[in-house]
């Protein structure tokens, strides 16, 4: 993939889908034209909102432990990306780097996205998943699937980051 085809993102918070109840982390372009939302699960929410909000827990989380043992290692997390969406599901990669040798490592969006956040990395994502977000079909999320399509799509376009209450960024 060309450095052409990705577009850098940020973090701008965590939501909640208001027809499924399930988790969504909303990712900006810096210029914020552009939104992606990304269904999570509850556990990954909490592990990127305890970061988001800089919670200091008294164990380490999983994604806490993963950045202490790549520290250590002398592994670098220089960025990750978000390559494709198929079936509703998207998918990551986590790009490290050690004594100069690239390892890339395939991993589930909301992974990335916490390792990214806890080591400082740059968050990218894929024209093609932009592209394809845009048709993602909402009915297996949401009984009326059209109209829903239509409201999602309206509310992605008017947030704003006061719309994420206490995980704004």
Do not use: C
Request: without cysteine.
């Amino acid at each position: 993939m060309k450095e052409s085809d990705l577009i850098q993102m940020k973090v701008t918070g965590l939501t909640i889908d208001p027809f499924t109840n399930m988790p969504i982390i909303i990712l900006k372009d810096f210029e914020e034209k552009m939104a992606l939302p990304i269904w999570i699960g509850l556990i990954e929410a909490s592990a990127i909102a305890t970061e988001l909000e800089k919670i200091e827990l008294s164990r380490p989380m999983t994604h806490d432990l993963l950045r202490n043992i790549l520290r250590e290692l002398g592994v670098q997390v220089t960025k990750v990306e978000v390559t494709d969406l198929m079936d509703n599901t998207f998918f990551a990669r986590i790009y490290l780097v050690k004594d100069g040798k690239e390892y890339v490592m395939d991993s589930r969006p909301s992974d990335a996205i916490a390792v990214a956040l806890r080591t400082k990395s740059d968050i990218f994502v894929d024209k093609k998943v932009m592209d394809k977000s845009r048709r993602v079909d909402l009915s297996s999320q949401a009984p009326e699937g059209q109209l829903k399509q239509q409201k999602w799509a309206e509310i992605l376009e008017n947030l704003s980051p006061e719309d994420f209450g206490k995980y704004k960024m």
